[in-house]
């Protein structure tokens, strides 16, 4: 059986009500509620529910309870895709598998990296994810930076609350490059949505930041998709052992979220928190990677 995932526009507007209906089975799964009162949760049909939710993440929401089942519900966020084996097992397919990504440049220089993009041209754009609409940064190297869109989020500064607007993801990822010549162009960001999340074509990716960051950011790229580190792990990993707290902070500065998977990376208790994007984006993002790791 092969399932075929909706178009990109279509998940980029699913997501808001997906992101919704993975937490509420997560906390409910033990009580097995059928559909059509997950549905009424979502405010849904239970046929429209069951069709939204199977074609946003290629895994029905039967098939994600049994998952649920098969393990407590921190270890589905925390352990390996085993955790997922009795519903891939039903040969679960699609264009939405995760794509093979390569570093085309390590990015800049210390010295440039410090001038803060100085001579760098840079475009901005909006375009659509699995995880609602981004904010993409591109540079004639590749990808600068993605960040996330959340419509009606609170104009206010800071990111302590579940989302920003458009101006404010595309004022943080500028305002990491002040020194840039940044033009907005939503269609070539959009070509670059589509090249990844639909074709499935190799990204390039321009890494602009320190070597240490670039060190840390190439450790976050060896943890499986699916799978999980503490920081303290990565930071043994990345031969920094006693550097899990500069680690952490690096890991917060990643420019590039989703490509460069700081989603994977935990604190030492094991809970989802501290995530520059919402958490329940990385719920949702370590939830989608498990279901295509196969």
């Known amino acids: 059986m092969t399932l075929t995932l909706a178009p990109?526009?279509?998940r980029a507007l699913a997501y808001d009500r997906m992101a919704r209906a993975l937490d509420h089975l997560g906390n409910t799964w033990r009580d097995w509620p059928d559909l059509a009162s997950v549905a009424a949760e979502m405010n849904l049909s239970p046929s429209h529910f069951q069709r939204e939710f199977t074609r946003w993440a290629g895994i029905s929401p039967k098939q994600f309870q049994a998952a649920l089942a098969h393990g407590e519900a921190g270890e589905l966020l925390?352990?390996?895709?085993?955790?997922?084996?009795?519903?891939?097992?039903?040969?679960?397919?699609?264009?939405?598998?995760?794509?093979?990504?390569?570093?085309?440049?390590?990015g800049l220089t210390p010295g440039e990296a410090k001038a803060g993009g100085r001579g760098a041209d840079l475009i901005i754009g909006r375009a659509p994810t699995p995880f609602g609409e981004g904010a993409w940064l591109i540079g004639p190297r590749g990808l600068v930076g993605?960040?996330?869109?959340?419509?009606?989020?609170?104009?206010?500064?800071?990111?302590?609350?579940?989302?920003?607007?458009?101006?404010q993801a595309f004022a943080d990822l500028a305002a990491r490059y002040p020194n840039a010549d940044i033009c907005r162009d939503d269609a070539e960001a959009a070509k670059f949505a589509r090249r990844v999340f639909e074709a499935g074509e190799p990204l390039p990716v321009?890494?602009?930041g320190t070597p240490f960051r670039r060190q840390v950011w190439r450790a976050l790229l060896e943890i499986p998709a699916g799978t999980t580190q503490t920081y303290g792990e990565l930071a043994a990993v990345s031969g920094n052992p006693k550097a899990a707290r500069a680690v952490g902070a690096a890991v917060g500065a990643n420019p590039i979220s989703w490509f460069i998977p700081c989603h994977r990376a935990l604190a030492a208790d094991g809970r989802l928190h501290n995530y520059h994007?919402?958490?329940?984006r990385k719920r949702a993002m370590l939830t989608y990677e498990r279901a295509h790791a196969a």
């Open 8 to 10: 990109l526009d279509e």
């Open 78 to 106: 925390r352990s390996g895709a085993s955790v997922l084996d009795a519903a891939l097992e039903a040969g679960l397919s699609g264009p939405g598998r995760l794509h093979d990504l390569f570093i085309a440049h390590e």
């Open 146 to 167: 993605l960040g996330f869109i959340d419509e009606g989020a609170p104009a206010r500064t800071g990111f302590e609350h579940q989302g920003v607007g458009e101006a």
């Open 206 to 208: 321009a890494l602009y």
């Open 277 to 280: 994007w919402g958490v329940a």
